[in-house]
């Protein structure tokens, strides 16, 4: 019997899914008993119930609270550093000497004297409120000591003037702080009790107002009795605090006292002996040590002598009178604090970071091996085929007799004679209307007017710099140029343009056009280091800081550094009064490579800044000197070379510096003539990376002389045909969005044919960009001078303090 068939007519049904609705076992029995990826690396979320979320929600508030609290316990407590504030006045009118003569309140507690040179400084310790004061002052005249002491103060007091609230050089110093990070700070009046009474009400709304402009949402307290500086350091004790990054991941150091041991070679040089109190993180002796201003350097061990100002000090009983007891502070027992010194760690060799800031390069690791006899011959045939050269010669003539037959040369005749009397015709035209501009010109600058004469215009000249005043003109007409044709460059008639912009290329696209960044680097960056991938090597350390327990110093021992290899210069500062202030590195943070900050242009500062011009930078904890490129912030992988400093937007700063883990505040300062530092730009370090691009853009400009459908003859972007022909490959582009290449050079005189697509107008622009990649200068210094103390006038223009000059 025959089987049925089915027709071609027959329901084709679904097949049924079994995936989807399978049960348990067949789901086992096709894994297998392997697990899905997402089992394995899914955590175990447990869903908690609403009585468990609140009780968890509370356990956390309660645990920030107590964090808070320890925080708050142990700044200036016994087990702490001591609570440091630094006290800055700003207003020339505000008496220091009286405010800090209230501020040490014998009643309150122990008031320790202690001048470090020109710098006012006492401890106040206050066993009542089991608190302890390191309290600091500096002018803001004095811009670099405020901005290294407020690097390390837990406190700032600025002090304000009853009726202004700050002058000019009170507004600047603010700025500069405000760029490099605020600590804690509070704000306090003097002088508003000697005010007549009804002025006092008046006198307080104004000045709110004005501290509402600097200090959102602040109030400030009155500092002109004694009653009322203790309700200030109740202020303090209890304030909350508030953290600057780049120092709660490093250890920090404020020198209390300074010993110098020179060595026995050289009495220049020796071991430095720094001691003060741990802030910070750990101190760990084979870690290098930073001193502000001064450079890098090794320690070789680490002290712990007794603490000099104990917020509880020792009563010991005598035994003539056990009923009397004394209290004796650890500043009077020198012998008790050198038969307690011990010493805590010591350097170990193997374990201790290397000074080595830069890479000694090889000069033999770039040699090209000596080449084979395969290659050799290679190259004399390519010699050989390109030597030939095609004549035009009678038919029947054999190569001997060629080669004495002399070349034609370049005959001129037809289009190129006709072009190279246009061109002459029209120099000659333009060097006649050259010479009618330039006499109008000198017939309209000069004219007769009357002019008082006076005694202070000869004083005034006295004081006035031309050459300073001739240079800063001739900037201001490069800024000038630049903004109304930026980039655009006058091609030379002296040297060829193609030997003249040689290291120049096209690019089709400047966005998406591919560029090696290894490619013809300098030698500069055989000396530097590089990561492999900096953003995870910055995440591991500080993983490693918050996780890992470092041995060494803890956070509020009184310790003494002993810093090896430190020139005597270093001591000489710090008895002349400036803070001495030491950082403990990072891993890598001694290594030179290449960093890119981003800035932005001061408002109060409108002097032009070119690339390249050697800066005075604050990078974070660091204070140095260098010559910078800056480029546009973007996100592409090319970034474009900016020649100024503009106002209108935030460049990257590219510099040669010593590595350092961002966040860190950035500072531009510049050196006047008259040795006072004036701030340009604030900003921040963005990232540590020798591949970054930065790319100078020449424009080459040229004239449409005869203009077609879409066919154009341009002059005066070249000189001679054999420039036209080297630069026949890159593209063109004119001002009105038109593009276009060149076809072929017309006569001797650099004319050219070009095709766009478009007809051109007659007032447009034909343009040619060029590229070439730019590297910073080396010209990294860490020694910065000190600025000549500077008052700001009612101009806005810095001026010398009196007697300064």
């Not at 709304?205 to 500092?223: G, N, T, Y």
């Not at 056990?322 to 009077?332: F, K, L, S, V, Y």
């Not at 006076?454 to 003109?473: F, N, P, R, T």
């Not at 140095?624 to 090319?638: C, V």
């Amino acid at each position: 019997m025959a089987a049925h068939r089915p027709g071609p007519l027959k329901q084709q049904n679904k097949a049924h899914k079994g995936g989807r609705h399978r049960g348990r076992g067949s789901a086992q029995r096709d894994g297998k008993g392997r697990l899905a990826l997402k089992t394995l690396s899914k955590k175990v979320r447990k869903e908690l119930s609403r009585v468990d979320r609140r009780h968890r929600a509370s356990q956390l508030r309660k645990q920030k609270k107590e964090a808070v609290l320890a925080e708050k316990r142990q700044l200036g407590g016994k087990d702490g550093p001591p609570h440091q504030v630094l006290v800055v006045p700003l207003h020339s009118r505000i008496s220091l000497p009286e405010a800090m003569q209230l501020l040490q309140d014998r009643d309150t507690g122990t008031v320790h004297l202690n001048a470090l040179g020109n710098t006012q400084s006492f401890m106040l310790l206050c066993p009542r409120l089991k608190h302890r004061w390191f309290f600091t002052s500096a002018r803001p005249g004095d811009l670099h000591t405020v901005l290294d002491m407020a690097k390390v103060a837990d406190t700032i007091l600025f002090l304000l003037d009853p009726l202004e609230g700050w002058d000019s050089t009170g507004d600047y110093c603010l700025s500069c702080l405000f760029a490099q990070g605020l600590p804690t700070y509070t704000l306090a009046v003097q002088g508003i009790s000697g005010l007549p009474l009804k002025k006092q009400i008046d006198a307080r709304k104004k000045l709110s107002k004005a501290v509402e402009k600097r200090f959102l949402h602040d109030k400030f307290l009155l500092l002109d009795t004694q009653q009322e500086a203790g309700m200030l350091l109740r202020q303090l004790a209890n304030q909350k605090q508030q953290h600057l990054a780049f120092r709660d991941r490093r250890a920090y150091l404020f020198a209390h006292a300074v010993d110098f041991v020179p060595s026995e070679e050289n009495n220049l040089v020796g071991t430095l002996k720094i001691s003060g109190y741990v802030r910070g993180q750990t101190v760990n002796v084979n870690r290098l040590l930073h001193i502000v201003g001064h450079g890098d350097f090794q320690m070789k061990q680490i002290d712990a002598p007794g603490d000099p100002f104990p917020l509880n000090p020792r009563r010991i009983k005598p035994q003539k009178d056990p009923d009397m007891a004394m209290e004796i502070c650890a500043t009077d027992t020198v012998d008790d604090m050198e038969e307690g010194l011990k010493v805590l760690m010591r350097a170990d060799p193997d374990r201790q970071e290397s000074l080595q800031a830069e890479v000694i390069p090889d000069p033999m690791e770039g040699e090209q091996t000596w080449p084979t006899e395969e290659e050799l011959s290679e190259a004399k045939d390519f010699l050989k085929e390109s030597s030939k050269v095609v004549k035009k010669v009678p038919k029947g003539t054999s190569s001997y007799q060629a080669e004495w037959i002399l070349d034609g040369g370049s005959q001129s005749g037809g289009e190129g004679d006709e072009y190279e009397y246009d061109d002459m015709e029209h120099e000659d035209f333009m060097e006649e209307e050259s010479q009618d501009e330039s006499s109008e010109e000198e017939e309209e600058e000069y004219e007769t007017m009357t002019v008082g004469e006076s005694v202070h215009d000869d004083l005034y000249d006295e004081k006035v710099d031309e050459e300073a005043e001739a240079k800063m003109l001739e900037k201001y007409k490069q800024e000038r140029l630049e903004e109304m044709f930026p980039d655009e460059v006058d091609t030379p008639r002296d040297v060829a343009a193609r030997i003249r912009f040689q290291k120049y290329r096209g690019l089709k696209s400047f966005r998406t056009s591919p560029w090696d960044p290894k490619e013809n680097l300098p030698q500069d960056y055989a000396r530097i280091f590089q990561f492999q991938n900096f953003t995870n090597t910055r995440k591991s350390i500080f993983k490693e800081i918050e996780e890992k327990e470092v041995e060494g110093a803890e956070v509020g021992w009184y310790v003494t550094l002993h810093v090896s290899e430190v020139p005597v210069s270093v001591v000489e500062c710090f008895r002349q009064g400036a803070p001495l202030i030491a950082f403990s590195l990072l891993p890598h943070e001694q290594k030179m490579s290449v960093l890119n900050m981003v800035v932005r242009r001061d408002p109060g500062n409108t002097e032009p800044v070119k690339a390249k011009e050697e800066l005075i930078f604050h990078c974070g904890f660091r204070r140095f000197r260098a010559s910078p490129l800056f480029s546009q912030h973007t996100a592409a992988d090319k970034h474009k070379l900016q020649r100024f400093l503009t106002a209108d937007m935030a460049l990257v700063v590219t510099v040669y510096a010593p590595i350092t883990f961002p966040p860190a505040s950035v500072l531009l300062f510049k050196q006047k003539s008259n040795g006072m530092h004036s701030l340009i730009a604030t900003g921040h370090l963005m990232s540590v990376d020798p591949d970054r691009m930065v790319i100078k853009r020449v424009v080459l400009s040229g004239h449409p002389f005869k203009i077609f459908t879409k066919m154009a003859v341009v002059r005066y972007m070249f000189f001679n045909r054999e420039d036209v022909l080297w630069f026949k490959p890159v593209e063109l582009r004119t001002k009105w969005g038109r593009r276009g290449h060149i076809k072929e050079p017309l006569g001797t005189h650099g004319h050219m044919k070009c095709s766009f697509d478009g007809k051109l107008k007659s007032q447009d622009t034909v343009l040619m960009n060029l590229y070439k990649r730019v590297f910073p200068k080396w010209t990294y210094d860490p020694y910065v001078p000190e600025p000549v103390p500077w008052v700001k006038s009612e101009s806005s223009s810095v001026v010398p303090q009196e007697g300064m000059e």
